[in-house]
Every structure is written in C-alpha cells, then in structure tokens.
C-alpha cells in the first residue's frame, strides 16, 4: 500500500503544478520556488509531516519535501540552539541535496559537452 | 443541424493538451515517486535511519538526473512527462546541470560558477529565507508559550 499512496500522492503533486504551467504564465523556476515555499509553510505548521507519514517518498520527493525538510531542519536547530538556529536551520537541513546537484553537476559540467554547440 | 455539428466537434476536437499533459505528468512523477519509495526500502534495509535513506534517495535522484542531463536524454524525458520529472527533485538537478553544462564556453567562474545557480539560487534564496521567517515566528511562539 505505501507505493501505492507513494504514487498518487506524489503523482498529484505533478499534476497540480502540470496544470499551473499550462493554464497560468507561471514559468518552471516560479512553480519551483513556489513548491518549496508552500512547503516551508505547511512543514511549519506541522501538516506536511502527516503527508510524509502516509505517502512516504510521494511526499518528500516533490520538491514541497525538501520545503519541509527545511521548516524541520529550522525547528530543530531552534530547539537546539536557540535563536542562531533562525539563520543556521535553513542551509543545514538543505545541506544535503543542495550539495549533492552541486557537487555532481559541476562535475557534468567538466565531462559533458556543451549541448548548445552540436 | 448546429446541434449536429456541435456533437461532431466535440467528439472529432483533439484532447485538450491540458488533460493529456496533466495525466502524463501523474503518471510520470507518480511513477517516479513509487520508485524513490522502493529505494528508500532499499536503504532502509541497509541499516540507515530514516532520515539518511531519505535523503541518500534523493541523492540517488539527482545523480541520475544529472548523469541523464549530460547525456541529453532528460530533455526529451521532460518534454514527454512534464512537471512529473520537474517538480520530483530531479527537476532541481536538471535546473543545476543543465545551465552548468551549458555555459562552460562563458569560463569556470562566471560561466559555470555562476550559471549553475540561474534556478537553485532563487530555490535556495526562497527556502532560506521562508525558513529564517518561520524561524523568527517559531522562536517568539517558544518564548511566549
């Protein structure tokens, strides 16, 4: 059952953001920075951590989990330590997958050609 | 005789490209999702916490994002699943490489350097500063209550 809620949650998640591209002049970045916003906010609140409880990878793959794992990340290092967490949180808890798309795209960006040039 | 041609309209009228890329896109990143979940079982069975397999999932993710960029087969994945491959993490790390890639003629610094940023910055900018504003509320609410 959870590839289940996996695949129509996170499917839904697409499909709301296909219908955003298609139906409102939002460009791909802005539904991006949107995703991860929306998801700041409901991770704060505390409703996205149900979501990720019931889909699982439906919800923390969209790019609204990475929002989440924001707010969380945020929280804890709040709890943690104090006030500096406002500012600390953030990049931390994004540490990981921020990292990681940068790490392995510069090193496609010295293995791969240039695409523009073919 | 219009009432006719209304009918025959609508039934010979191509699909809304609205529905069929949105179903695409379901499918697609449901799909993609099913997937990740299958991974993070994987890793989950290798002994790592939640969080670890949560995150090595999408690190898995982005590596396959930006190894199929390079090679030039996400483009025309994407043009077919749309925001199915966008809004999953893998769109994030088709948005670092592809600019990255692309202006390697412009120099590492501000060529590379810079470009790789044209989508993450903004995505970054934005989480980090929700998350500083939630922060701040977070923080008073803890003080007050």
């Known amino acids: ?118 | 005789m219009t009432e006719e041609y209304k009918k025959y309209t609508v039934r010979h009228a191509p699909k809304s490209p609205v529905v069929k890329d949105t179903l695409r896109a379901f499918l697609c990143g449901g799909a993609l999702c099913a997937a990740a979940e299958g991974l993070k079982n994987l890793y989950l069975f290798a002994m790592m916490s939640r969080d670890d397999a949560s995150l090595i999932t999408s690190v898995t993710l982005v590596f396959l994002a930006v190894l199929t960029t390079g090679l030039g087969v996400f483009d025309s994945a994407a043009r077919f699943a749309g925001a199915g491959l966008l809004v999953p993490i893998t769109g994030f790390a088709n948005a670092v490489a592809a600019p990255a890639i692309d202006s390697k003629t412009e120099g590492y610094v501000l060529g590379v350097g810079a470009k790789i940023f044209t989508v993450a910055g903004p995505v970054i900018l934005y989480g980090t500063v929700s998350g500083a504003l939630y922060g701040a509320i977070y923080y008073l609410w803890r003080i007050f209550s």
């Open chain 1, 1 to 118: 059952m959870d590839y289940l809620y996996a695949f129509l949650v996170g499917g839904a998640l697409c499909a709301v953001a296909q219908i955003l591209l298609d139906r409102t002049k939002l460009t791909a970045a802005r539904i991006l920075v949107g995703y991860v916003v929306a998801g700041v906010a409901l991770g704060g609140v505390g409703l996205y951590e149900y979501l990720v409880d019931f889909a699982g990878a439906g919800a923390t793959v969209p790019l609204t989990g990475f929002g989440n794992v924001i707010a969380e990340g945020v929280r804890r290092a709040i709890d943690e330590r104090g006030a500096v967490g406002i500012l600390t949180g953030a990049l931390t808890s994004a540490s990981g997958g921020v990292g990681a798309a940068l790490v392995f795209g510069f090193i496609a960006s010295l293995i791969f050609k240039d695409r523009k040039q073919k």
